[in-house]
């Protein structure tokens, strides 16, 4: 059975930093396409970062340059490094493994920008 675990959100100013994690059991990362997606009140889940097999990122325009994801193989952990955020970021942020209509989601965590 896989289960996903984030952590990390919280409460940050604008312009301010936040690294979620993303920890799997029942799935090996590494072997898998990994993706972190948003929700905002309102909105549709948008993809905001993915990471590869081989360790290729990818990121819409809107994060692009201020978000970076990686992944820690002996932790079986991706992160999300957010920087320069904005209060347009705020959300519940999610990973999903693997990618695709039949994938794992994990319960969310809550990102909150405001001053």
């Known amino acids: 059975q896989v289960q996903l675990v984030e952590s990390g959100g919280g409460l940050v100013q604008p312009g301010g930093s936040l690294r979620l994690s993303c920890a799997a059991s029942?799935?090996?990362?590494?072997?898998?396409?990994v993706g972190w997606y948003r929700q905002a009140p309102g909105k549709q889940r948008e993809l905001v970062a993915t990471i590869t097999r081989t360790g290729f990122t990818n990121y819409p325009d809107s994060v692009k340059g201020r978000f970076t994801t990686s992944r820690d193989n002996a932790k079986n952990t991706v992160y999300l490094q957010m920087n320069s955020l904005k209060p347009e970021d705020t959300a519940v942020y999610y990973c999903?493994?693997?990618?695709?209509?039949?994938?794992?989601w994990g319960q969310g965590t809550q990102v909150t920008v405001s001053s």
């Open positions: 999903k493994a693997p990618l695709g209509p039949f994938g794992s």
């Open positions: 029942g799935i090996s990362f590494s072997n898998n396409v």
